[in-house]
């Protein structure tokens, strides 16, 4: 599985970004067999958990301070998985990763790093003050 992160970029704080997570998997696998997470790293800190999205798409899971201004989601068909993040702050500055958890229940979410198989090279975001 290979996972390339994009939608990145310099915005304003207040302004709006949409992640894309695409996924290249083997012809008889499907993306709806991971569950997927969005990450963050800011210079100087460790990767954090931001935002997780069920294998089905039922049950999504965020971190304190995004809830109400991130969304995540899911499209198997396209293979591809989105964070959709709104009112961006400056302390949302970070490069984001995407990763995929290959696991076996249809509405679990993990937060640890360690759970995730695969995972992006990361998209910058930046947000000026």
Do not use: H
Not at 11 to 32: E, K, M, Y
Not at 44 to 66: H, L, P, Q, W
Not at 72 to 80: L, M, P, Q
Not at 113 to 124: A, F, K, N, P
């Amino acid at each position: 599985v290979q996972l390339q992160a994009s939608g990145g970029g310099l915005v304003q704080a207040g302004d709006s970004l949409r992640l894309s997570c695409a996924a290249s998997i083997g012809a008889f696998s499907a993306l709806s067999t991971y569950a997927m997470g969005w990450f963050r790293q800011a210079p100087g800190k460790e990767r954090e958990f931001v935002a997780g999205i069920s294998r089905s798409g039922s049950n999504t899971v965020y971190e304190d301070s995004v809830k109400g201004r991130f969304t995540i989601s899911r499209d198997n068909a396209e293979k591809t998985s989105y964070l959709k993040m709104n009112s961006l702050k400056p302390e949302d500055s970070a490069v984001y990763y995407c990763a995929a958890d290959r696991t076996f229940s249809s509405v679990g979410v993990q937060r640890r790093i360690g759970e995730y198989d695969y995972w992006g090279q990361g998209t910058q975001v930046t947000v000026s003050s």
